[in-house]
């Protein structure tokens, strides 16, 4: 799971929360912030193949666009304000591991940090790609943290990597970048950045708990240096966020030791305040006069939300708490546990392959349902799928796809057709009504072997199609014993 905040936003469209938790990245939206329900919980991308980074949100007026980090880099898609029906997936910045997004009309920008340092892409109010990715900054150092915002026609990004001294910014105005690295006097571990007219204001978490609160102008230029806001008496402060509240800057940052949320305007127009509770890191966001404050415990089923509200000097706090269940959840699980299986199952045929014979190595497919395998004996393929039974009990479809020797073919279900077929010569021909008889106690067989009911078999010369149903997984072992066993088998039948 992530270590930073929850991605956030609240506007006329209501309240919309990304995180990263046990299933994955989700988003999740309400009508308004005082609704009690969510109108939709939605797990993104496919399951187990993403990265530990909070996804990146940009609200359209039609549907937000969500960011979020898989195996393979940073993808993006449209999500629907009302159904949160999740639109084409798109990959944009292949090898992204973290990712920050921001936009102004039809204009956007998602940054993200790879192996090699800091990319970006400019994208469309549909998240396609308006160009192709380019490199920012080339540095590689892991730990970095960003945060972006739009000030006037450019894209900002400001960046830190924890325990290194000093923070950098990034400016995309149309095809000029401009990348500019300031020196601080101690290790940085957080920043959060919001812009407001002509200025940027800029939070930076210093090592040992400090914050300190900067200004740019244009092109990242420093109008004011990072300087202490909270007094020399205020307790060391982490998870620092940044916010415009009409008329000035204010900043919120985490009292760690007793979990207070510290509330404090950067021009000492107003006086500082304190609410009671705050546990981790949180988003922070200002809306019709009032300060918000938001957290997101991730949980097995999606997370825990606490929301707190009050006006921008302290006044009428209200703190709301909503659990956050994921719709799909229980598939979504399955879906992890078969990737996690196969993916095993992968890396014991690779093994036995051996690691200089690349060509034979098993391949997880993207979605983490099928593993497929060209060694000396032929291919194979193994797929499963998360279903129900008629009676509606949970359960797994098992598919095994073999072709021995050198056919390159795989065998696939056949179509209605060709069953039809196939019955009609079944039949009219003994022989063929035999050897079906003994593939399908040759299957049930097998299917007992792993405790599983056997469902389709066909067989063609030297492939096989064979469908069971599982409650369960068997044991990685098992399952590749089980798997020889039948590719041994099968070469033996007529």
Do not use: N
Request: hydrophobic share 40%; net charge neutral.
């Amino acid at each position: 799971m992530s270590e930073g905040p929850p991605a956030g936003w609240l506007g006329t469209r209501g309240l919309a929360v990304a995180w990263h938790g046990p299933l994955g990245p989700a988003v999740a939206r309400f009508e308004s912030w005082s609704r009690e329900a969510p109108s939709f919980v939605r797990a993104l991308g496919h399951a187990g193949a993403d990265r530990p980074a909070t996804p990146a949100l940009w609200a359209r007026r039609d549907h937000l666009l969500v960011a979020w980090c898989e195996e393979d880099g940073a993808w993006i898609a449209p999500v629907g304000w009302d159904d949160g029906a999740v639109g084409e997936a798109r990959l944009v910045l292949p090898g992204a591991r973290t990712v920050a997004m921001v936009g102004d009309g039809e204009r956007g920008a998602l940054f993200g940090a790879d192996a090699e340092g800091l990319v970006h892409v400019a994208v469309d109010g549909d998240g396609r790609p308006r160009s192709e990715p380019a490199r920012a900054v080339a540095e590689r150092r892991a730990g970095v943290v960003l945060s972006a915002t739009w000030l006037r026609d450019e894209a900002l990004l400001i960046h830190v990597h924890r325990g290194a001294e000093g923070w950098g910014v990034v400016s995309v105005r149309g095809d000029a970048v401009t990348a500019v690295d300031h020196r601080t006097g101690g290790a940085c571990e957080a920043v959060d950045a919001r812009a407001a007219g002509s200025r940027t204001g800029v939070v930076l978490e210093r090592a040992g708990g400090g914050v300190r609160f900067a200004l740019l102008g244009p092109e990242g230029k420093v109008i004011e240096r990072p300087h202490a806001v909270f007094g020399p008496t205020a307790p060391p402060l982490v998870s620092p966020q940044v916010v415009w509240t009409d008329d000035d800057w204010t900043l919120l940052a985490r009292e760690p030791c007793d979990d207070r949320l510290w509330v404090h305007p950067a021009s000492h127009r107003r006086e500082p305040f304190e609410l009671p509770r705050c546990d981790g890191p949180f988003a922070a966001a200002y809306w019709v006069q009032h300060l918000f404050a938001l957290e997101l415990d991730p949980t097995p089923e999606g997370g825990e939300m606490r929301l707190w509200r009050c006006t921008r000097d302290g006044a009428s706090p209200q703190q709301r708490i909503t659990a956050l269940r994921i719709e799909g959840a229980p598939t979504r699980r399955r879906r992890l546990e078969v990737r996690s299986t196969l993916g095993s199952l992968a890396d014991r045929l690779g093994a036995a392959a051996g690691y200089r014979d690349r060509a034979r190595r098993p391949r997880l497919s993207r979605d983490g349902g099928s593993l497929s395998l060209h060694d000396e004996r032929g291919r194979l393929r193994v797929t499963v799928e998360p279903g129900a039974k008629d009676d509606g009990a949970p359960g797994l479809a098992l598919r095994v796809s073999s072709a021995l020797g050198d056919d390159p073919r795989l065998p696939e279900t056949p179509s209605s057709l060709v069953r039809l077929a196939r019955w009609i010569r079944a039949r009219l021909s003994p022989a063929v009504r035999e050897r079906e008889a003994a593939d399908r106690a040759w299957a049930d067989e097998l299917a007992g072997a792993l405790g599983a009911t056997a469902g389709r078999v066909e067989r063609a010369g030297a492939t096989l199609l064979l469908e069971l149903w599982l409650e369960a997984l068997p044991e990685v072992e098992r399952l590749a014993r089980w798997l020889r066993r039948l590719r041994d088998e099968q070469a033996g039948l007529d």
